[in-house]
């Protein structure tokens, strides 16, 4: 989902600059972290031997930064990065901020606003619709695809992030059933259904719904759906 700065209004253009200039540091300063073990287990599941597309190695890049926290550090690697190195720009402390807050889910494209972005109805969680500026994706996307993605705010827009493969309609049917069931029975274990809590604590189940139809896998019986964050 890289964004077509070329086709897209100048104020626009200018907001992606403000991101690319808040982000800069966080990269730099996380460029050595090496993901552990553990992250990949957490990220891939039962889909681990499995070969990645580039989708999918991307979201697990995301995923680390922004959702995997270990090591005995219940904070994420951009909320250390925040604790530690708090920027003085406002803008690039709520651009952090935001990408700190987010999870990615399902979306399906409901509408395709050339030269401007699309609009975005979040499966998993009843079809809260969204405006996404992205003029390359409107440009190279159809309505009724899906796919999983997280968002979160830069200014006045709302910008995206990859976190799996795009799916076609019928996959899209298969990957939400996979995760709906996650769902119910980390409820189950929980009490809770709160389906945004379901999403931090659990974000990696979204890029493995996307497993689960693309590679026709299913994890084994046995696999136990816990609580753990």
């Known amino acids: 989902m890289e964004p077509g700065e070329e086709a897209e209004a100048p104020e626009v253009v200018q907001w992606r600059e403000k991101e690319a200039a808040a982000i800069e540091p966080f990269a730099e300063w996380s460029a050595d972290f090496q993901p552990s073990a553990s992250a990949m287990q957490r990220f891939f599941g039962e889909y681990l031997l499995e070969e990645p597309d580039d989708d999918e190695v991307e979201a697990f890049a995301e995923f680390v930064l922004f959702d995997h926290a270990e090591n005995g550090d219940d904070r994420t690697l951009v909320r250390q990065f925040l604790d530690e190195h708090v920027p003085a720009d406002e803008d690039a402390l709520r651009i952090l901020e935001s990408l700190a807050d987010s999870r990615p889910s399902l ?33 190279t996307s159809a309505p009724g695809m899906v796919v999983p993605c997280r968002l ?40 809770c259904v709160d389906r945004h809590d ?27 759906t816990t609580a753990e964050p």
Do not use: K, N
């Open 198 to 224: 379901f999403l931090r604590r659990r974000p990696e189940l979204v890029t493995q719904s996307t497993y689960a139809v693309t590679r026709g896998m299913e994890p084994a019986p046995e696999e136990q």
């Open 152 to 191: 979160y705010r830069v200014g006045t827009h709302i910008f995206g992030r990859p976190a799996g493969t795009a799916l076609e309609p019928e996959e899209a049917v298969g990957a939400l059933a996979w995760l709906e069931a996650r769902f119910c029975r980390w409820a189950a274990v929980t009490h």
């Open 107 to 139: 979306y399906r494209i409901a509408e395709c606003r050339d030269g401007m972005g699309v609009v975005l109805e979040d499966l998993f969680r009843h079809g809260e619709a969204v405006f996404l500026t992205d003029a390359l994706f409107a440009a």
